[in-house]
């Protein structure tokens, strides 16, 4: 049973900084895909990054590039993301997904398999 697990999320001010881990289990081939999704009230759930299975493709939303990173441990099986200079507009619940992807991170919705529970996060102006 995979199973990926969200943690890190809170209240911030505008400004400052939050780090997202994501822990998968249960995936028996660990070729996959890790990305972060954020739905925000009343909004359609967006892509925001994703990171191929080596970590070579790093694809990031307009709306995040140059102040969120994303990364991985394999080891860990665990997908972060570091987030920096949060803005208000950032506030979502923030999804960890999982696909079935060797040498791409795909950033559309409909390509993942696996996706966690989400986690709160509220940037304060």
């Known amino acids: 049973q995979v199973q990926l697990v969200e943690s890190g999320g809170g209240l911030v001010q505008a400004g400052g900084s939050l780090s997202l881990s994501c822990a998968a289990s249960?995936?028996?081939?660990?070729?996959?895909?890790l990305g972060w999704f954020r739905q925000a009230p009343g909004k359609e759930r967006e892509f925001v990054a994703a990171?191929?299975?080596?970590?070579?493709?790093?694809p990031y939303a307009d709306s995040v590039k140059g102040r969120f990173t994303i990364t991985r441990d394999n080891a860990k099986n665990t997908v972060y993301l570091q987030m920096n200079s949060l803005k208000p507009e950032d506030t979502a619940v923030y999804y960890c997904?999982?696909?079935?992807?060797?040498?791409?991170?795909?950033?559309?919705?409909?390509?993942?398999?696996?996706w966690g529970l989400g986690i709160q996060v509220t940037v304060s102006s």
């Open positions: 990171i191929s299975w080596a970590g070579g493709s790093t």
């Open positions: 997904g999982a696909a079935r992807k060797l040498f791409t991170a795909p950033t559309d919705i409909s390509s993942y398999n696996y």
């Open positions: 249960g995936l028996t081939d660990s070729s996959y895909a």
